[in-house]
């Protein structure tokens, strides 16, 4: 099935760009937990459309309205689920001809013309605003375990930010940051890059390094609920990502064990890594170190060039100019989704009584 | 849950280096399949060690005593289990010292010291046998549907094949190699790194590339059943994978849209991709064309040199020697392993009614 | 979890009887299937209560309002979200005193005392709705399949229906009443129990039977996923049913295997059972003859006569008046929610290419 | 999927009767549980075959081998596989011919003719051992938890015992006897009608009560978690059960509200119901009084009178009498199965925490 995802918390996602409203459910939060709707807020505008000149000028208000699973400000332990209303949609924007690099060709495929493929349907990144939604109550409910989840660009176009394993302070500086890179030098080249992909109606895609700080050692299993097959099983839900590392991920492949390996020592009277290239998990399972993934994400698809496609009525081949308006770059926006995934998926490892205990002793 | 993966068909995977056997349990697999055993077992010598100097010196005879599930040469259509029993095995070789880059750490977080890490107990990579023998049946069942899987070395260490996107007879001229490796001098070179750093009593790390052809359009859907979240779960449960990318993966961040998407044109009368940096997934759904995946493995943690490591007991730090007969690089060993899973996840996106169809058809 | 149900298709309940609205997410239907809604109107009217003196005088208009997953009439293929929204509410009818029968005590022992318990909160039969919803779109998809749904009262109180294993022809006549029981004169004596019960402050309890009809003999599996532990895992979902059986059910128990058995015949040159006392499933699955289940509701739990309860503060024994409208007897209401889980049961055992076939001949 | 079952454990059972081995992974029970063998091998003897009047005069051993997940007599944590090796079967006892009330016809439907059927194949009570096994596991895990399972005779054709809603010491009397009945007069007329149905020729059913004591209060989850949707989704799993109970079951169908529901009192300075015509479940959800379940089994349908069938291969009508030795009553050796499936459905409920709690205390 296509739209439910975890173990231990399920998620439920539904809508279509321009339909009635998109929205998710979320089950498996325990009760009693406090939710801070302004953060939650926050979190929505980090991600909403309309913000600066690196997004889409389109309009989404992306404002949450909580259906159920909450009462006077608290969790109650049932299903939550939030809807997003659907407005300012310009339908008239998008025709039959398949748009290379996007979904349309694949959901005629798989939907065989059914599906609601005005704005993108389904397929929209703007479901990744549910994601967000739910990755907002996952942060408040880690948050109140010691968990914290950063994300930050690493990488535009060619431009990568020179700053490796950065420390938690850094991590914490970025926070309410619209364009959240550490290096200000390749921060503002990245700026550059991606308006002059705009000037060029062209679009560049990126990376996004997102970290868990404060996870406890002994998360996930080995095997099939790995922390990494939890995570990526979320993160390659996200469109246009097309490649996960943890860790020092592809660079290890280019390693020697000597150098690969993270030696072992011992703090705070535990056993721990002295260094984490492994990106906080072993066998599957957390270390204690912080748990990092860069998430790689495709050019944005939608571009006002002219571009090779073909009409699938009469067959022939046709030259495609997309109207409307677009991201030249995702990757600012998708910070947010990132993080929310991460958050997700640590969620997904906690065992119930982690959250269980936590609640009693509120 | 650990141990099980999913939708359509189900894996269950069990078993210690050093316990009576190790197993998996497939359900799912349609009835009437016939089986073609001795390919089974090319599949397993392929992944078996003591083959080669390229792995370790460990005899494994890796056959596999099918349970149930298996009628007549057939199968049945209820769920296989296939047991592989242990033996040749060094106990004293392991003892309470961590070892950097293994699991022992998070293991004994994990299961709080109950765990059977002799030879590294469920985390050992000799738990990889029964994925091959699960992935050699999806493999038949694929085959019967004209689906055809593949898998090569892409890299080891620093030295890349500078073959990409290699046209399909290229694919079908590898099978059956022990190195299976495109360019001749760009092989020869990845073979005496392994030497060398055998010789060094260190290890490295490699890249496998894996390749589906014959898939059909349309399998998979958006979100949280994305071909790629589906193959990804699977992918990182296989140990020493710490990234996954599609088709241009990584590379495609750092292009721009122009460069990214590719064009679609005409092909029997059909709308399909002229190019295929989305590795034949586009919004989480096939495309038709090849579905492309390649894996980062970090070097075997398992070297002779002296590591940094420490005493759980005492909390004194430690040097760790590994004694016993490791792989100076897992990547050659690890490519019907890598193959195993893209079968088994492409399987598992196929609508029960694709081999329903195949069964009557029979 | 608690929340979501199925394997082929996905369910995902949510919502409180006192909260913002009550909902469903269905994932898995096929693409394509036109919809028509005034038949899913007429099965939410069926269920909706203040229709009669047998129900509670609540008035509750249960218009759905479809958010997603459908686009001009026709299903996407995507997951459809349907809400309702709550109104009516009389939150100052519901005290702290748990009341007898009711999930009171063990929503606190499980939430807390975080559940949102107004009216019922997501323990209220008002969830059901959503529940019928999802049941009217799956009645439809089997519809075009041949297959058809339903129900009768079997049982009020200590009143049974005489008629057993009633015709097809017997099942179509009821189509439509608002008392769906056959035979007319203990139908009668049924609806003059429950107006009784009503005058006397209390309420009955009662047996639905669900048939379908058109099923096709094969679907279904051995263990866990047979027909009827699918179905029954929904049915006992449904509050208030405290017992299933399948064919003869419990008569079964009572019987020799000379009288139990089902002769096999020849109809249509195919092999059947010549009578159906196992309920159209052996073995787990169908046999292509009607499936009949029987749903035991225990009485409304709601009455005004003064019951024994405690107070959870005060640890002091209290007698509780529930005042509020409440159903004298569920089960008129109650039929329509069961061939709703019945129809979303069998759905879920259709292989996926059942229905994409039939998508395909359209 | 047919074969897997569970949420917060998983199992995974496969085999055929006649089949190298049948059995049973078990993901999910904490890790450093002793586990005493002597008591699994009693429970196991209580299922297996051979050794009363009452039951099958076939030798099965039932010795389950262990082959991952334990380690010097204790839980690892990872996936337990139990094996049993067949033996003694006589296939030439079997036909083409399907038998009246056996699976041997939807088997032929779902399977095309693929299963292997011999004795019964995937489909016989055989497979009930595996079952007991993780069963046998179960209950030790919850009784280090302080939670007991029990089971009992309730009914044998017509003859019930007559004594309902037995106090825990009548429960506890039963343990080791090889005919579980509390009534001494109805307990020996049962037995003498399973002697005469036997002699005829026939068989018959009956009706197994099973408890659970000690179960926490606040188990469980509403709709499609309920204790009774996933007890019912295991207990409908085994072999020839067609109904399912839980408390007062279908006697609360017939009663009015002021009966049926169970008073609340104060006990232990906490609220609790005064009577358990509830079965200690409401809304889902444990109320902390004993679980109470009741199954309704069929006779078996193997009898060696001749019965009426018909040929799959000339679809000419046959007579068929069946050979072998058969059960004329399943329900004696059936106990310990129906405590088995409520041990996992319990223990399926837990919340992860529970377990870990006691680990840690340990």
Chains 1, 2, 3, 4 share one sequence.
Not at 69 to 90: F, L, S, V, W
């Amino acid at each position: 099935m296509s739209d439910t995802w975890g173990n231990r918390i399920k998620l439920s996602i539904f809508g279509e760009s321009h339909g009635p409203a998109i929205g998710i459910t979320i089950d498996g939060l325990p009760p009693g937990l406090a939710i801070n709707m302004s953060q939650v807020e926050q979190e929505m505008a980090r991600r909403a459309p309309g913000k600066s000149p690196f997004a889409t000028a389109r309009q989404e208000a992306d404002t949450v309205e909580i259906l159920s699973g909450m009462h006077e400000g608290k969790t109650t332990g049932t299903a939550i689920c939030g809807i997003i209303r659907n407005k300012d949609a310009r339908s008239k924007d998008y025709g039959t001809i398949p748009r290379p690099g996007h979904a349309d060709l694949t959901a005629a495929m798989r939907y065989q013309g059914h599906a609601d493929m005005r704005g993108g349907g389904h397929f929209s990144g703007r479901l990744t605003a549910p994601l967000v939604f739910a990755g907002a109550l996952a942060k408040q409910a880690l948050s109140s375990l010691g968990i914290s989840i950063y994300g930050r660009i690493k990488q535009i176009g060619t431009i990568s930010d020179p700053i490796t394993d950065p420390a938690p302070e850094l991590w914490t500086a970025l926070t309410g940051q619209e364009f959240p890179a550490l290096n200000a030098a390749s921060g503002k080249a990245m700026q550059e890059l991606i308006l002059n992909c705009r000037n060029q109606l062209d679009s560049v895609g990126g990376v996004v390094e997102t970290a868990a700080f404060g996870v406890p050692g002994g998360l996930g299993d080995p095997f099939f609920a790995s922390v990494e097959s939890v995570a990526a099983a979320i993160f390659f839900s996200i469109p246009a990502v097309k490649g996960i590392e943890f860790g020092d991920g592809f660079s290890l492949a280019a390693m020697q064990g000597s150098q690969a390996n993270d030696a072992i020592g011992i703090e705070d009277r535990q056993l721990t890594t002295k260094t984490n290239r492994c990106g906080g998990i072993l066998g599957g399972i957390t270390t204690g170190q912080p748990v990092i993934a860069r998430l790689a994400f495709k050019p944005t698809p939608s571009i006002a060039q002219p571009q090779e496609s073909a009409d699938p009525v009469s067959l022939e081949p046709a030259t495609l100019e997309i109207k409307g308006r677009h991201d030249p770059c995702i990757v600012p926006r998708a910070v947010p989704v990132a993080e929310a995934a991460l958050a997700l998926a640590i969620l997904d490892c906690l065992p119930e009584g982690t959250l269980f205990d936590h609640r009693k002793e509120k």
